[in-house]
């Protein structure tokens, strides 16, 4: 391994399928800033807006040459941060409702079995307790496998095609300027 080897790989634009747009950097970076921890300038990527030393020239997120290809730039976009926002508010959004979907179940199978047995149907003490190890234990395993899981799962694909679109959309206007 010479430390010529990055310099031979091609720069990339960050729209591709094995890229992921936001460096963890760069979303830590968009996290703190909206939390008023943490100051907007800095030295970012002027293709991938990840945040990068001073005395870099080379991205090493997305292999972008600040002299060759895109200069640094101070902030990033606030276009960027906005698809960030709207990725990780889509994200939450159908995790939500996973796990709702997921206590609604809870609730409404756990009724079931209740009513479901003669013996509960008749002997309402036993019935509650039935009914709340039952809401204990479905609630927390259902929330928790249908958001954590599907939702988990599903929110992040849906997320990450409407940010490839944003992002592709917004490298239009910028490559076009
Ligand atoms: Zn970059």
Same mark, same amino acid.
């Given at each position: 391994?010479?430390?010529?080897?990055?310099?031979?790989?091609?720069?990339?634009?960050?729209?591709?399928?094995?890229?992921?747009?936001? =460096?963890?950097?760069?979303?830590?970076?968009?996290? %703190?800033? =909206? !939390?008023?921890?943490?100051?907007?300038?800095?030295?970012?990527?002027?293709?991938?807006?990840?945040?990068?030393? !001073?005395?870099?020239? !080379?991205?090493?997120?997305?292999?972008?040459?600040?002299?060759? *290809?895109?200069?640094?730039?101070?902030?990033?976009?606030?276009?960027?941060?906005?698809?960030?926002?709207?990725?990780?508010? @889509?994200? =939450?959004?159908?995790?939500? =409702?996973?796990?709702?979907?997921?206590?609604?179940?809870?609730?409404?199978?756990?009724?079931?079995?209740?009513?479901?047995?003669?013996?509960?149907?008749?002997?309402?003490?036993? %019935? @509650?307790?039935?009914? %709340?190890?039952?809401?204990?234990?479905?609630?927390?395993?259902?929330?928790?496998?249908?958001?954590?899981?599907?939702?988990?799962?599903?929110?992040?694909?849906?997320?990450?095609?409407? @940010?490839?679109?944003?992002?592709?959309?917004?490298?239009?206007? !910028? *490559?076009?300027?």
């Amino acid at each position: 391994m010479s430390m010529e080897a990055p310099q031979e790989q091609r720069f990339r634009p960050p729209v591709t399928a094995d890229c992921p747009l936001f =460096s963890q950097r760069l979303e830590e970076h968009l996290i %703190a800033v =909206s !939390r008023g921890e943490a100051p907007a300038k800095g030295r970012f990527c002027g293709n991938c807006y990840h945040p990068v030393a !001073r005395e870099t020239d !080379r991205c090493p997120h997305c292999n972008n040459h600040f002299v060759e *290809d895109r200069a640094t730039v101070d902030v990033v976009p606030d276009e960027i941060t906005e698809i960030l926002r709207r990725q990780r508010k @889509t994200e =939450s959004t159908i995790v939500n =409702s996973f796990a709702f979907l997921g206590v609604l179940i809870a609730v409404i199978g756990g009724l079931g079995v209740v009513l479901g047995i003669p013996y509960l149907r008749d002997n309402l003490l036993p %019935a @509650t307790i039935v009914y %709340a190890v039952i809401l204990l234990i479905g609630v927390r395993g259902l929330a928790g496998f249908l958001g954590g899981y599907y939702g988990d799962r599903i929110g992040y694909e849906r997320a990450r095609r409407a @940010t490839v679109a944003s992002w592709k959309d917004f490298e239009a206007i !910028r *490559d076009a300027a």
